[in-house]
Structure formats: C-alpha cells, structure tokens
C-alpha cells in the first residue's frame, strides 16, 4: 500500500528546494558580476540576483567566501591553459606562456581578483581559500625540468617555483600597473621579462 507524503515533509522539502535555487541564483550572478573585470560588491550581487544584501549575507558570511565559491570551475587545468605550448619541451617558453596566460585572466577578473587580495591581508588565515592556479601553472610549465634540474638539484628547481611564484602574479600586475604606472600590456611583458630571466637563471 502507497503511502503519500505528508505536507509537513513536502513543506520541508520546498524549502530546501527554494534555498538552493537561491543559493545558485547569488553564485551565479557572483559569477557574472566577477566577468565583467569591475569591482564586485556584496549589494550589487545581491541586487544581480533579486535578493535582499541580508539574504546573501545568509548564505555566504563575507564577500571573499562567495567569490571563492563562484570561481570553482571558472578555470581551465594548467594543461588546457597551456595547450599552446605543449608539444614545446623549452621551460622558458613555456614560463612565458604560463606568465600571459594567468595576468590576462586576472585582468579578466581583476574587480574579484582584487577583494580577494584584500580579503587575505585583512584576514591571512583565509590565504588558503585563494585559487592557486598559479602554482599548477608553474609546475606545468616547468614540468621538463623534472627530470633533468629536478633530479640534480631539486633544491635549485624548487626556489625556482618560489622565485616565479612571486612574479607570476596578480600582486605583481597591480604592482607593475598601479604604482610603476604601466598600462596592462607593457606590466605584462615586464613579468614575462622577469619570469624567462630567472629560469634562464636557473638552468644556467
């Protein structure tokens, strides 16, 4: 014999049902806002998906939480964003193309890119909900190196990544952009200037 649900289960899972499409509609329209390239704040994403500033502040407790969310599988992997360069086995090419390819997508995002820095000065604890798509970038592009500098001196391929990880990226753009005054373009060719002269550097 069927038994039919009971209102007060259907209740409930109406309500489950109504919080997770509100949910979707705040990372969604978090989503959008983040393309734009534009500052992103909590009430203009609230307003993007009809739903009151306290409503969003419900479901994500600060603005950095919600882009954080937002941006999960908003990047390509390091092997798609390097596809260009796959079939080269040169690092320093390779190094270049990393460096183009992560300051033109915080560019992309450069409004979220932005309050997530600030988000992680004010609060370091949060530094490890950043996306690190710069290190799989690094390790990818370096990924010739592990059988040759890797193996002889993993020391020296190891400060390589850390040397590279402090120029391959977005505190290095808006350095290059808002206190050296370069317009994106010319801050861009000065990281990759840097970045190909330190692997130089290291398989010298």
């Not at 209740?11 to 949910?23: I, P, S, V």
């Not at 990047?75 to 183009?100: C, I, M």
């Not at 950043?130 to 190196?145: S, T």
């Not at 002889?152 to 391959?168: C, E, G, R, S, Y």
């Amino acid at each position: 014999m069927q038994t039919s649900e009971s209102p007060a289960a259907r209740g409930a899972d109406g309500r489950a049902n109504q919080k997770q499409r509100t949910r979707t509609a705040i990372l969604q329209a978090a989503g959008e806002l983040m393309r734009t390239g534009r500052e992103v704040t909590m009430p203009e994403v609230a307003q993007a998906a009809l739903v009151s500033e306290a409503t969003a502040y419900r479901y994500f407790p600060d603005l950095a939480t919600l882009l954080q969310e937002a941006m999960v599988g908003q990047w390509p992997t390091p092997a798609q964003a390097l596809a260009p360069v796959a079939d080269s086995g040169d690092p320093v090419e390779r190094v270049a193309a990393a460096t183009r390819y992560l300051l033109r997508t915080v560019l992309t995002y450069q409004g979220a890119t932005r309050a997530m820095i600030a988000a992680t000065i004010t609060r370091p604890a949060a530094t490890s909900a950043r996306p690190a798509l710069r290190v799989g970038l690094i390790d990818h592009a370096l990924a010739p190196l592990d059988d040759t500098l890797g193996a002889t001196d993993p020391a020296a391929l190891a400060q390589l990544k850390n040397d590279l990880a402090v120029v391959i990226s977005a505190e290095a753009l808006f350095t290059l952009t808002d206190l050296c005054g370069l317009d994106p373009e010319a801050a861009i060719a000065s990281a990759v200037h840097t970045a190909t002269t330190l692997t130089r550097a290291a398989l010298r």
